[in-house]
Protein backbone atom coordinates (compact mmCIF):
# COMPACT_ATOMS: atom_id res chain seq x y z
CA UNK A 1 0.00 0.00 0.00
CA UNK A 2 2.98 2.15 0.56
CA UNK A 3 3.47 2.46 -2.66
CA UNK A 4 0.32 2.96 -4.63
CA UNK A 5 -0.60 5.72 -2.15
CA UNK A 6 2.46 7.77 -3.37
CA UNK A 7 1.75 7.31 -6.93
CA UNK A 8 0.97 10.87 -8.89
CA UNK A 9 -0.62 12.12 -11.59
CA UNK A 10 2.93 11.56 -13.79
CA UNK A 11 2.71 7.85 -13.02
CA UNK A 12 0.00 7.72 -15.58
CA UNK A 13 1.06 7.37 -19.19
CA UNK A 14 -2.31 7.84 -21.06
CA UNK A 15 -1.68 6.92 -24.90
CA UNK A 16 -5.78 7.80 -25.69
CA UNK A 17 -6.22 4.11 -26.27
CA UNK A 18 -4.21 2.69 -24.05
CA UNK A 19 -3.28 3.22 -19.99
CA UNK A 20 0.24 2.81 -18.45
CA UNK A 21 1.78 2.87 -15.32
CA UNK A 22 5.28 3.89 -14.86
CA UNK A 23 6.15 1.37 -11.87
CA UNK A 24 9.57 1.06 -13.26
CA UNK A 25 11.52 1.56 -15.80
CA UNK A 26 9.16 0.29 -18.35
CA UNK A 27 5.33 1.28 -18.36
CA UNK A 28 2.60 -1.54 -17.32
CA UNK A 29 0.10 -1.35 -19.24
CA UNK A 30 -3.28 -1.46 -17.64
CA UNK A 31 -5.93 -3.75 -19.19
CA UNK A 32 -9.81 -2.32 -19.21
CA UNK A 33 -11.78 -1.65 -17.17
CA UNK A 34 -9.47 -0.75 -15.12
CA UNK A 35 -7.87 2.14 -17.41
CA UNK A 36 -11.31 4.28 -17.08
CA UNK A 37 -11.34 4.08 -13.54
CA UNK A 38 -7.74 5.38 -13.59
CA UNK A 39 -8.41 8.34 -15.54
CA UNK A 40 -11.09 8.87 -13.66
CA UNK A 41 -9.48 9.12 -10.64
CA UNK A 42 -6.69 10.98 -12.43
CA UNK A 43 -9.40 13.84 -13.52
CA UNK A 44 -11.11 13.28 -10.11
CA UNK A 45 -8.56 13.23 -7.32
CA UNK A 46 -9.77 15.62 -4.50
CA UNK A 47 -7.96 16.57 -1.27
CA UNK A 48 -9.76 16.94 1.86
CA UNK A 49 -7.57 19.51 2.88
CA UNK A 50 -8.92 23.48 3.27
CA UNK A 51 -5.59 25.06 1.87
CA UNK A 52 -3.69 23.67 -1.14
CA UNK A 53 0.41 24.06 -1.03
CA UNK A 54 1.84 26.55 -3.80
CA UNK A 55 3.88 23.05 -5.17
CA UNK A 56 0.71 20.69 -4.35
CA UNK A 57 2.08 16.84 -5.73
CA UNK A 58 -0.54 15.99 -7.77
CA UNK A 59 -1.38 12.61 -5.61
CA UNK A 60 -3.63 10.16 -7.27
CA UNK A 61 -4.78 9.35 -3.50
CA UNK A 62 -5.26 12.85 -1.21
CA UNK A 63 -4.18 12.80 2.60
CA UNK A 64 -6.61 15.52 5.02
CA UNK A 65 -3.38 16.98 5.19
CA UNK A 66 -2.60 19.35 2.67
CA UNK A 67 0.31 18.25 0.04
CA UNK A 68 0.43 14.67 1.68
CA UNK A 69 -0.79 11.67 0.26
CA UNK A 70 -3.10 8.95 1.51
CA UNK A 71 -1.53 6.92 4.72
CA UNK A 72 -1.30 3.45 3.72
CA UNK A 73 -3.61 1.99 6.55
CA UNK A 74 -6.37 4.44 5.61
CA UNK A 75 -6.08 3.45 1.72
CA UNK A 76 -5.91 -0.38 3.10
CA UNK A 77 -9.21 0.16 4.96
CA UNK A 78 -10.93 2.06 2.05
CA UNK A 79 -10.09 -0.86 0.12
CA UNK A 80 -11.60 -3.18 2.32
CA UNK A 81 -14.74 -1.15 2.63
CA UNK A 82 -16.07 -1.56 -0.85
CA UNK A 83 -15.29 -4.74 -1.09
CA UNK A 84 -11.48 -5.07 -2.29
CA UNK A 85 -9.12 -7.03 -0.51
CA UNK A 86 -5.77 -5.39 -1.05
CA UNK A 87 -3.79 -8.65 0.90
CA UNK A 88 -5.41 -11.14 -1.21
CA UNK A 89 -5.24 -8.91 -4.61
CA UNK A 90 -1.21 -8.46 -3.67
CA UNK A 91 -1.00 -12.28 -3.59
CA UNK A 92 -2.73 -13.14 -6.55
CA UNK A 93 -0.76 -10.89 -8.64
CA UNK A 94 2.48 -11.88 -7.07
CA UNK A 95 1.37 -15.33 -8.16
CA UNK A 96 0.57 -14.31 -11.59
CA UNK A 97 4.13 -12.72 -12.15
CA UNK A 98 5.65 -16.15 -10.26
CA UNK A 99 3.69 -18.37 -12.95
CA UNK A 100 5.88 -16.32 -15.76
CA UNK A 101 9.14 -15.33 -14.14
CA UNK A 102 11.79 -17.05 -13.30
CA UNK A 103 12.30 -16.47 -9.47
CA UNK A 104 15.86 -14.56 -9.95
CA UNK A 105 13.80 -12.00 -12.64
CA UNK A 106 11.04 -11.43 -10.10
CA UNK A 107 13.29 -11.01 -6.92
CA UNK A 108 15.45 -8.10 -8.98
CA UNK A 109 12.10 -6.84 -10.67
CA UNK A 110 10.16 -6.27 -7.23
CA UNK A 111 13.22 -5.72 -4.82
CA UNK A 112 12.32 -9.36 -2.97
CA UNK A 113 15.47 -11.71 -1.60
CA UNK A 114 15.87 -14.25 -3.71
CA UNK A 115 14.03 -17.10 -1.16
CA UNK A 116 11.37 -14.94 -1.44
CA UNK A 117 11.14 -15.27 -5.39
CA UNK A 118 11.84 -18.98 -5.24
CA UNK A 119 8.31 -19.27 -2.47
CA UNK A 120 6.53 -17.33 -4.89
CA UNK A 121 8.13 -19.54 -7.51
CA UNK A 122 7.37 -22.89 -6.41
CA UNK A 123 3.81 -21.69 -5.08
CA UNK A 124 2.85 -20.14 -8.78
CA UNK A 125 3.22 -23.92 -9.94
CA UNK A 126 0.02 -24.91 -8.33
CA UNK A 127 -0.05 -28.43 -5.85
CA UNK A 128 2.41 -30.92 -6.26
CA UNK A 129 2.45 -34.45 -6.31
CA UNK A 130 3.59 -33.58 -1.60
CA UNK A 131 -0.76 -32.35 -2.33
CA UNK A 132 -1.77 -34.88 -3.58
CA UNK A 133 -0.54 -37.47 -1.24
CA UNK A 134 -1.58 -35.78 1.53
CA UNK A 135 -5.09 -35.94 0.76
CA UNK A 136 -5.28 -39.17 -0.07
CA UNK A 137 -4.04 -40.37 3.52
CA UNK A 138 -6.58 -37.63 5.01
Known sequence: MGRISRLTTEHIVDRGDTLALKLGRVPVEIPAPLDDLIRRLAERRNGRAATIPIE???????????????DPHTLGRRLKAIGVPPQLARHASLMDVASELPAMVISRLLGFHQNTGDNWTRESQGFGAEYAADIIRR
Open 56 to 70: EPKWLFHSIYPGQPI
